[in-house]
């Protein structure tokens, strides 16, 4: 393990205390054959008693405690210690020591399956209990001291008469020298050797890639921790101890690089001050636009840094000095931390030890409230943390996909990268973690992966072919371990008048059957001229409203439907922005019948509340409803008459669920006599069928 400079503050230090290792094309290993991939297996499920438990001085957490060796293997099929076990309290000791579990489904058992995945032997006989507790001895082992690190040892014995409720280890540890430890006891109706193993993502390649980023990116000096803007043309790292750091000591200092045309990363620019400091300084997380990115630590005015999070957005003039990013509630007792915002700019996950934690850091996740400050962190839960260390989490663009470091599930070294799919809006009950694979994990301390919003490939850094310390590299991600495909929808805000841009704050909802009472099916972005476009990253299989607002003007919404798309997207969308003045027509493109009906879908209402808004803006306001169809059908009076009972049930919604005076609103239909586009496809006569707003006088 390679530590790298950290900060001098109570809690929080720069996450990057670990390297990454991968090889330059690395080829997958032979593994042993799972033979008992079939194999139905039941894990320990309560902890009956125990002789004592081992104790960390340091945490007093549940590290060793008798807990630890309920469920699967935490540590198997690698061998040696860890804090997911099961420890008597004393190494080498003359006395015995003993655990006894039990399991939520008694049955006849043919093995005991344990894993002692450090300093194997100890065991000197297992006890098997009936439905009366009464005592049977299936096992005494005599010989049994083998030299090896740990082993996975499968203890068959003759099909039990009586249902097994309850198995009870009892071990020398003067058997064995050093503290015994053990990982998972299991019991099994079968007599074929239970084999741990490491649960793999699927469908893994034969090898990966892994490409140096170059010059541009790289130096003689340590590249790490990159981060790469949703778009993926930006990438932010950290460099250290480079002759272009600013600051004294020329401690770790945030760099960028921006890609070429040609596909290569240009000439890398130190972010220079405020963002770099003195001290040690990273980017955590951007925003989906690239324009706001998140900063390890508060900056105080003093030029010192202090535990927590930091903001900072992007003017014509450069980049603002970081705020704080106020998360009520916030410790860490660890010594680290990071974060990963969420592309919609909602949920912030962060690692961190606090009272609730299992034993190192945690997974956390925190909300977003309506006054701009973050909820307090909640633990992600069971499903993903240990009682190891879980560190460097990632997002990915689809926010259903999180990518984190731990050493506290089976894996191939130090720490190894996995992944896990959100399972609902919690953000607290997750699927099994997969590791990612041996072309990505190594023997050692794996983490920090970044992805853009295509998922094609994924940076870290390496010091294997670097050019001086570490450098960046970027592997194409195989199938299984990408995130679901999204959309990236960008564009601009202009006047409709003059077509020049305007800033203004630009609203994505999420069209479905509710009334839009959850908040979280919106996103708001800003956009200003001077720094470029608006930008969101959204799911596919779902249908989007896109309008903007600012005072004085009234927006003409767009509608993208992306409910059929099921591949990555980048849509480019303008808004325009028309003054609120008289005579000025737009068209609600984001009001819904069914074919040839009249009443108003629940997805059009977000549309119709902006129009209530901006009457009650404006309480004078007088307004005209327009009804038109397409041309396809020619019986032309059930078409006005269509177009006119669209046109009376838009007025009668603003009166009624908006107060707005009927006095104040006409209507008229027009059927297909005003078309805007041609009838000859079904395309152009979605243009034609369509309800328009004018401002007759304010």
Not at 42 to 65: H, L, M
Not at 422 to 451: C, H, M, V, Y
Request: proline share 6%; hydrophobic share 35%; charged share 25%.
């Amino acid at each position: 393990m390679s530590v790298l400079p950290t900060l001098k503050t109570a809690e929080t230090k720069v996450f990057f205390q670990k390297r990454l290792t991968c090889f330059g094309v690395i080829f997958l290993l032979f593994f042993t054959s799972f033979k008992a991939d079939a194999q139905l297996i039941q894990w320990a499920s309560k902890v009956i008693g125990f002789s004592s438990e081992r104790t960390d001085p340091a945490s007093q957490g549940p590290e060793y405690r008798a807990t630890q060796v309920l469920g699967s293997p935490s540590k198997l099929p690698q061998t040696g210690n860890s804090k997911a076990a099961w420890s008597p309290a004393g190494a080498d000791t003359n006395g015995d020591e003993w655990i006894k579990v039990s399991f939520e489904k008694p049955t006849k058992i043919k093995q005991v399956s344990i894993g002692e995945n450090y300093n194997p032997g100890s065991i000197i006989r297992v006890f098997a209990y009936d439905s009366t507790d009464t005592e049977h001895l299936i096992h005494e082992n005599i010989n049994d001291i083998p030299k090896m690190e740990g082993r996975m040892w499968n203890v068959v014995v003759p099909q039990t008469t009586y249902l097994v409720y309850a198995i009870k280890l009892v071990m020398s540890p003067s058997r064995v020298p050093g503290y015994n430890q053990i990982d998972a006891i299991g019991i099994s109706d079968m007599a074929t050797p239970y084999e741990s193993k490491i649960n793999l993502a699927k469908n893994m390649p034969k090898e990966i890639i892994k490409e140096n980023l170059g010059k541009g990116v790289n130096s003689k000096s340590g590249e790490v921790a990159p981060i790469i803007t949703p778009d993926g043309k930006t990438l932010f790292f950290t460099r250290d101890s480079h002759e272009g750091n600013i600051g004294k000591k020329k401690k770790q200092d945030v760099w960028v690089s921006k890609m070429q045309s040609d596909g290569t990363w240009g000439e890398a620019e130190n972010i220079k001050a405020p963002i770099n400091t003195e001290d040690n300084n990273a980017v955590t997380s951007t925003s989906a636009d690239g324009k706001t990115i998140y900063l390890l630590n508060v900056y105080a005015a003093d030029g010192s840094l202090l535990p927590g999070l930091s903001k900072s957005k992007k003017s014509l003039n450069g980049w603002e000095f970081p705020k704080e990013v106020k998360i009520n509630d916030y410790y860490n007792n660890a010594n680290f931390t990071e974060f990963s915002l969420a592309p919609n700019n909602k949920v912030l996950v962060m690692t961190c030890k606090r009272k609730d934690t299992r034993g190192g850091k945690d997974l956390y996740v925190s909300f977003l409230n309506e006054n701009g400050t973050w909820s307090k962190p909640i633990n992600m839960g069971n499903d993903i943390n240990t009682v190891e260390d879980e560190s460097g989490p990632f997002i990915g663009a689809d926010s259903k996909t999180i990518y984190f470091s731990t050493s506290g599930f089976p894996g191939y070294g130090d720490n190894d990268i996995f992944l896990s799919r959100r399972l609902d809006s919690t953000w607290t009950k997750w699927s099994q973690p997969e590791n990612i694979g041996p072309l990505i994990n190594t023997a050692k301390w794996d983490g920090f992966f970044t992805i853009p919003a295509s998922g094609e490939y994924a940076y870290l850094s390496s010091v294997e072919r670097s050019i001086g310390g570490e450098d960046i590299f970027r592997i194409r991600l195989f199938p299984s371990i990408k995130p679901d495909p999204v959309a990236i929808i960008s564009g601009t805000v202009i006047n409709a008048l003059d077509k020049k841009p305007i800033p203004a704050d630009v609203l994505l909802e999420v069209i479905n059957d509710t009334t839009f009472k959850d908040k979280k099916d919106k996103i708001v972005s800003e956009f200003d001229p001077e720094t470029g476009e608006y930008k969101f990253v959204v799911p596919l299989k779902k249908n989007y409203s896109l309008s903007a607002t600012k005072k004085g003007f009234i927006a003409v919404s767009d509608n993208i439907d992306l409910t059929k798309d099921n591949r990555f997207r980048e849509i480019r969308r303008n808004i325009s922005l028309i003054p609120i003045k008289e005579g000025q027509t737009i068209i609600l493109n984001n009001l819904f019948f069914n074919q040839s009906k009249y009443d108003i879908l629940p997805p059009s209402y977000p549309e119709l509340n902006r129009i209530i808004e901006l009457m009650k803006e404006y309480p004078t306001m007088q307004v005209m409803i327009e009804g038109h169809t397409d041309g396809s059908d020619d019986n032309l009076m059930l078409n006005l008459k269509l177009s006119q009972d669209r046109a009376n049930e838009v007025k009668k919604y603003l009166v009624e669920k908006g107060g707005i005076d009927a006095n104040h609103i006409q209507t008229k239909g027009w059927g297909p006599s005003r078309p805007i586009a041609s009838n000859a496809t079904e395309e152009t006569r979605k243009k034609n069928r369509r309800v328009e707003f004018s401002i007759l006088k304010l």
